[in-house]
């Protein structure tokens, strides 16, 4: 098992945070604030994406290779979120296989007037431990920056 908890800190009153709902799989998290990892065997090119909405929504892929892929079904991830006055945490839990891992931790987060942030411009929409390129790709193989034994 892989456990995961993913922090935003700031101020999010300027944030479109999902509201609660049950859980349940989702569709196009990524387009509204979303908690990504995407975890490949080391040195295989097959990989999974796995999406977490703080509305408790969840989405699996499972890929071949570079974005040929497909819908996953997953069991519920147990997403859980908690909320401060300037922090939102959401931690989650998936099952990966055992051995080396290659790992992409990536957050799409959109403000209340629709604008979406990210770090390489405020054109950009998504946060990442390494984005591989000018434009962020979250599938492409060199952000996958972080090695799990």
Not at 72 to 96: M, Y
């Amino acid at each position: 098992m892989l456990a995961l908890r993913y922090r935003i800190e700031g101020d999010l009153e300027r944030l479109r945070i999902p509201p609660p709902r049950a859980p349940a799989p989702g569709e196009r998290l990524w387009q509204h604030l979303c908690c990504e990892v995407f975890v490949a065997p080391a040195p295989a090119c097959a990989y999974r994406e796995f999406n977490f909405s703080p509305s408790g929504e969840w989405a699996a892929y499972a890929f071949a290779r570079y974005r040929e892929g497909a819908p996953l079904g997953v069991p519920d991830p147990g997403i859980a979120v908690r909320t401060e006055a300037q922090a939102l945490e959401l931690s989650a839990c998936i099952a990966v296989e055992p051995g080396k891992l290659r790992v992409a931790l990536c957050v799409v987060i959109e403000e209340r007037d629709g604008a979406l942030s990210g770090a390489l411009s405020g054109a950009f929409s998504y946060w990442a431990l390494r984005h591989s390129a000018a434009r962020p790709d979250f599938h492409h193989p060199d952000g996958f920056a972080l090695e799990i034994a």
